[in-house]
């Protein structure tokens, strides 16, 4: 069975300030990993994702995250925290090696982040 | 535009009313799932599709049924909806990955927000 953890529901940064936002992951194969992103009222749109290529993934609005097998985490990062970042974000694990069972993308509670001036 | 759309995006019920909330989506995608969203559960998956006339349970299935005679359409069926069903639900879309299951990169629509009385 596969899962993530996201450590604190709730993160709060000042603009301008580093953002990180912590997952670990639990999986039997190597996993997929994604990073989704939820603003008010709208459904979540991917952020970022590793599919076992380069560790370390740059995706949209500045974020990236670091795929590290040895700590079995995938946290995400961003230099420099914007007023548009406040949102919920969502980490994900995709067990690849599918074998007719369908989409086991299971996410994990979520992380709201506030961004204060 | 590339969307999945979910209607209705806001409804007020009462127990025992059957109900159905539409998705669609027009990427010709082969995987489409839904899921419902609760405050420190995260997203559970009730139940997905991999093709037309092919679906499975998810985590969460009790209470929903689902069908899939379209390839663009993908409606969640609640039969007699309980108080406990009051949710906020997304479908979702991808294509399907080379080694035949969904990529895990997915689209959402942009939620249905159900209250059951």
């Known amino acids: ?117 | 535009e590339a969307q999945v759309t979910q209607n209705p995006r806001y409804l007020i019920t009462v127990t025992g009313k059957k109900l159905t909330v539409t998705c669609s989506q027009n990427m010709n995608h082969e995987y489409m799932s839904w899921y419902r969203q609760d405050p420190g559960l995260g997203l559970r998956q009730i139940y997905y599709s991999m093709n037309v006339e092919v679906t499975d349970k998810g985590d969460v299935p009790e209470g929903y049924k689902v069908s899939r005679k379209e390839k663009r359409n993908f409606p969640l069926i609640l039969e007699s909806p309980s108080p406990n069903q009051t949710s906020l639900y997304f479908c979702a879309s991808s294509f399907r990955g080379l080694a035949g299951g969904p990529t895990g990169e997915l689209f959402f629509g942009e939620g249905s927000r159900l209250t059951v009385l």
Not at chain 1, 59 to 80: C, D, M, Q
Request: charged content about 15%; some cysteine; overall charge neutral.
């Open chain 1, 1 to 117: 069975a596969q899962s993530v953890t996201q450590l604190g529901s709730h993160v709060s940064v000042s603009e301008g300030a580093l953002v990180l936002l912590r997952c670990n992951y639990s999986s039997s194969v190597p996993p997929y990993l994604f990073w989704y992103v939820q603003y008010p009222n709208q459904g979540l749109q991917l952020l970022l994702k590793y599919t076992s290529a380069a560790t370390l993934v740059k995706g949209i609005n500045g974020f990236e995250a670091e795929f590290k097998k040895s700590e079995t985490s995938f946290h995400l990062t961003k230099p420099s925290a914007h007023m548009s970042d406040a949102a919920e974000y969502f980490c994900a694990v995709s067990d690849r090696g599918l074998t007719g069972g369908g989409n086991k993308l299971t996410f994990g509670t979520g992380t709201q982040l506030k961004v204060e001036l």
